[in-house]
């Protein structure tokens, strides 16, 4: 973007805006719920995985190395019991997702008209408001805690983050909504589309500090 003048950035920025026009549905397909678990669980299956084979290697040889390691099983059965364990631990995060998006089964849709995103959860609920121009962050609660586990989400792709909350984070909004992308149709396309919404409104408000 740094090559774009700021008229351009404002004129993709409106275009973006215009393609998040209209309502933005809560999924109640379960075959549909029921795949977006699936994938999330596979997600987090693979991401443990991960982890397991960059992190056992460096204790293994620092224990090694100081000599105080004393593994009472072989590395293969060590292996096998925690990809046993992580593939539990992902079937019982499959199974939260899919609560999850039972728990939203009431919840009205997302409302995008003209450049406001409103979103009424519901009776008893306050009704979630965000000026889309003043949007400057949308960051993912799960894969936020760490260096590390940001590369392994990004490494895993979006369908790593799809039962995560994701915060739109505005200067002006106070009571902006908390998406979760895998309760929605099309969850997914509208967080991606709100993350370049985002950098277009960083990037146009460095251009007018630059000019000034």
Known sequence: MGTQSREELIARRDE????LQGEWAIDKDWKSIRGKALRAGLM????AMILLCVFFPIMYLIEKIKGTLNMQISIIEFAGIMAATMFVIAAIGSGCAMIQSWFYRKTGPIVVEGSVLTWDRGKGRVPERLHLESLNRVAAIV???GYGGSVIF???GASATLYSKHMLVSEH???SPQIV??????????VSLLKEL????NAIKLADTDEH
């Open 16 to 19: 973006v805006i215009e393609q």
């Open 44 to 47: 987090l299956f693979v991401g």
């Open 143 to 145: 894969s936020s805690g």
């Open 154 to 156: 990004r490494m895993l």
């Open 173 to 175: 909004d106070k009571n």
């Open 181 to 190: 992308p895998g309760v929605l149709s099309e969850g997914l396309l509208l």
């Open 198 to 201: 985002a950098s277009l409104n």
